[in-house]
């Protein structure tokens, strides 16, 4: 099936926008966001449970302890998703619970907990697509070094053949990360996220690491998953923008991309790490002793589809005097989370922003779809994670009528659309999120759920935008607004 082509994404036509046959529609949500149950059933603390619980770190106070009780209400959870009509669910497993500390055999009670939830979302006709890393390092890990060792990476290698072992004949599409980009650069470069470590030079130990562990994880899911089975990353890759031509600004944008993107797609999809990245941070970092003989050659372990994450673009231009760089989308910190373009400075593209201040912007992800399938051709790609976080305030008779998040969705799947029309391979959506729930430094004041949750009674009520995304699923095309 051809799509036909789109030239306004919030046109009328948009209305009449069909996806190929096939065409995956799912949402997604993470471990440590929805869980709970902490300290149940064997599970030992993760890096986000440590610094959740460190003053000052997460708004409020906040913790995961019970987040949406996911734990507990799971089988709740999946009926709701039937309701809606979701045909995959991609969900992360949490490290500590299926082999507490990092190391050693795997958690029964852990696995059993994943094992069952697979087994309702089969029931329920649902495809479960498993992420094995979001976020949720085991504390003992981090304590021994983190990501900032190559150990961690051995030992991901290890864990991903436990989950393998038990959830392969069941559940076909495995992801090894997902964005490992924040992982690297959030947690341990401006520490705006666990563990909350500031120096830049760590946080490119991080991410090759991260990408080893992403090498290992791969060979270990094809060793022991079904010769069916799928094997994905997700890359929260970074639609860069220079502010002008000016050379200086082309320059400026050019190392944001090779701290942010090219850093993980050079090893993982071409083989190696970019020249001018090695340049652009040779005084942080010595590459040639970091990157062992071997480690690059595995990370490029070839895999059958990329995720890719998109919620907003960005914009950059070189320092101009006596301005200082704007705090970056992702949050504010006094340290930089881009080692070698600590000077570049970022800008609020014009327009509406989401409730987390990120600019609305649909021609960000068609521009990011069309650049990776022309770098990458014959690679399949989904999208893993997009959607926006809104006040979602109740209206009158109690339900939340999202119109703004409707319409944030509106515009992005006809951006989609178009990028499948001008040849992208792009075989499914996934929205963020199912639910609303622990948003990480934010705690519980953002809410990018369709599904609204009452944390004081675990009510969940879907919003008009989960009813909408439900007609966008049973039409395998956009509902108007």
Same mark, same amino acid.
């Given at each position: 099936?051809t799509?036909?082509?789109?030239?306004?994404?919030?046109?009328t036509?948009?209305?009449?926008l069909h996806f190929?046959?096939?065409?995956l529609w799912?949402?997604?949500?993470a471990a *440590?966001?929805?869980?709970?149950?902490v300290?149940e059933?064997?599970?030992?603390p993760?890096i986000?449970d440590?610094f959740?619980?460190t003053?000052g770190?997460v708004? @409020?106070?906040?913790t995961?302890?019970?987040?949406?009780?996911?734990?507990?209400?799971?089988?709740?959870?999946?009926?709701?998703?039937?309701?809606?009509?979701l045909?995959?669910?991609?969900?992360?497993l949490s490290?500590?619970?299926v082999?507490?500390?990092?190391?050693?055999?795997?958690?029964?009670?852990?696995?059993d907990? *994943?094992?069952?939830?697979v087994?309702?979302?089969l029931?329920?006709?649902i495809?479960?697509?498993a992420?094995?890393?979001?976020?949720d390092l085991?504390?003992?890990?981090?304590d021994?070094?983190?990501?900032?060792?190559?150990e961690t990476?051995?030992?991901?290698?290890? *864990?991903?053949?436990l989950a393998?072992?038990?959830?392969?004949d069941r559940?076909?599409?495995?992801?090894? #990360?997902?964005?490992?980009?924040?992982?690297?650069f959030?947690g341990y470069g401006?520490?705006v996220?666990?563990?909350?470590?500031?120096?830049?030079?760590l946080?490119l130990?991080a991410?090759?690491h991260?990408?080893?562990?992403?090498g290992?994880?791969?060979?270990a899911l094809?060793?022991?998953? &079904?010769?069916?089975?799928?094997?994905?990353?997700?890359?929260n890759?970074?639609?860069?923008?220079?502010?002008?031509s000016?050379?200086?600004?082309?320059?400026?944008?050019?190392?944001v991309d090779?701290?942010?993107n090219?850093i993980?797609t050079?090893p993982? #999809?071409?083989?190696?790490y970019?020249?001018?990245?090695?340049?652009?941070?040779?005084?942080?970092?010595?590459?040639?002793?970091l990157v062992?003989?071997?480690?690059?050659?595995?990370i490029?372990?070839?895999?059958?589809l990329l995720?890719?994450? *998109?919620?907003?673009?960005?914009v950059v231009?070189?320092?101009?005097?006596?301005a200082?760089?704007a705090?970056?989308?992702?949050g504010?910190?006094?340290?930089?989370p881009? &080692?070698?373009?600590?000077?570049?400075?970022?800008?609020?593209?014009?327009g509406?922003?989401?409730?987390m201040?990120?600019?609305?912007?649909?021609?960000?992800?068609?521009?990011?779809?069309?650049a990776?399938?022309?770098?990458?051709p014959?690679?399949?790609?989904?999208?893993t994670e @997009?959607?926006?976080a809104?006040?979602?305030?109740?209206?009158?008779?109690?339900r939340i009528?999202?119109?703004d998040?409707?319409?944030?969705?509106?515009?992005?799947?006809?951006?989609?659309?178009?990028?499948?029309?001008?040849?992208?391979?792009?075989r499914?959506?996934?929205?963020?999120? #199912?639910?609303?729930n622990?948003e990480?430094?934010?705690?519980?004041g953002k809410?990018f759920g369709?599904?609204?949750?009452?944390?004081?009674t675990q009510?969940?009520?879907?919003?008009?935008?989960?009813?909408?995304?439900?007609r966008?699923?049973?039409a395998n095309?956009?509902?108007?607004l």
């Amino acid at each position: 099936m051809t799509a036909t082509p789109v030239t306004t994404p919030a046109s009328t036509a948009v209305d009449r926008l069909h996806f190929p046959p096939g065409f995956l529609w799912g949402a997604a949500t993470a471990a *440590y966001q929805i869980e709970g149950a902490v300290a149940e059933d064997g599970r030992t603390p993760s890096i986000w449970d440590t610094f959740s619980r460190t003053p000052g770190k997460v708004v @409020n106070g906040d913790t995961g302890d019970i987040a949406c009780d996911h734990y507990h209400r799971y089988r709740t959870d999946v009926t709701l998703m039937s309701h809606l009509g979701l045909q995959a669910y991609r969900f992360s497993l949490s490290w500590p619970r299926v082999q507490p500390g990092g190391r050693g055999p795997a958690n029964r009670a852990g696995l059993d907990f *994943y094992s069952r939830l697979v087994d309702e979302l089969l029931d329920a006709g649902i495809q479960p697509v498993a992420t094995l890393y979001h976020w949720d390092l085991p504390q003992e890990r981090e304590d021994e070094g983190g990501w900032t060792v190559r150990e961690t990476a051995e030992r991901f290698g290890e *864990y991903a053949a436990l989950a393998a072992d038990a959830l392969g004949d069941r559940v076909a599409l495995w992801t090894t #990360l997902n964005e490992p980009w924040c992982s690297a650069f959030l947690g341990y470069g401006s520490g705006v996220h666990a563990p909350g470590r500031t120096d830049p030079a760590l946080a490119l130990r991080a991410a090759h690491h991260l990408n080893l562990a992403h090498g290992r994880a791969t060979a270990a899911l094809r060793t022991t998953l &079904p010769a069916h089975a799928q094997v994905a990353v997700t890359l929260n890759l970074h639609q860069v923008r220079a502010l002008t031509s000016d050379p200086a600004d082309l320059d400026a944008a050019r190392r944001v991309d090779a701290v942010g993107n090219r850093i993980f797609t050079g090893p993982m #999809l071409s083989g190696g790490y970019p020249a001018d990245l090695i340049a652009d941070t040779a005084h942080l970092v010595d590459w040639d002793t970091l990157v062992a003989p071997g480690d690059e050659a595995a990370i490029a372990a070839p895999i059958d589809l990329l995720g890719i994450n *998109y919620y907003t673009p960005t914009v950059v231009s070189a320092p101009t005097p006596g301005a200082a760089a704007a705090a970056h989308a992702h949050g504010e910190s006094d340290h930089s989370p881009w &080692p070698g373009s600590e000077n570049v400075n970022f800008h609020l593209p014009p327009g509406d922003t989401t409730d987390m201040g990120w600019a609305i912007d649909p021609t960000g992800l068609y521009d990011l779809l069309m650049a990776v399938s022309r770098a990458h051709p014959g690679l399949p790609l989904a999208i893993t994670e @997009n959607g926006a976080a809104f006040p979602d305030l109740p209206a009158e008779d109690g339900r939340i009528h999202d119109h703004d998040r409707i319409d944030y969705l509106h515009r992005h799947l006809a951006a989609v659309h178009r990028a499948i029309a001008d040849g992208a391979d792009v075989r499914g959506y996934f929205l963020w999120s #199912l639910l609303d729930n622990f948003e990480w430094a934010y705690g519980y004041g953002k809410r990018f759920g369709a599904v609204h949750v009452d944390y004081a009674t675990q009510l969940r009520t879907p919003k008009r935008s989960a009813r909408w995304y439900s007609r966008a699923i049973a039409a395998n095309s956009i509902p108007g607004l």
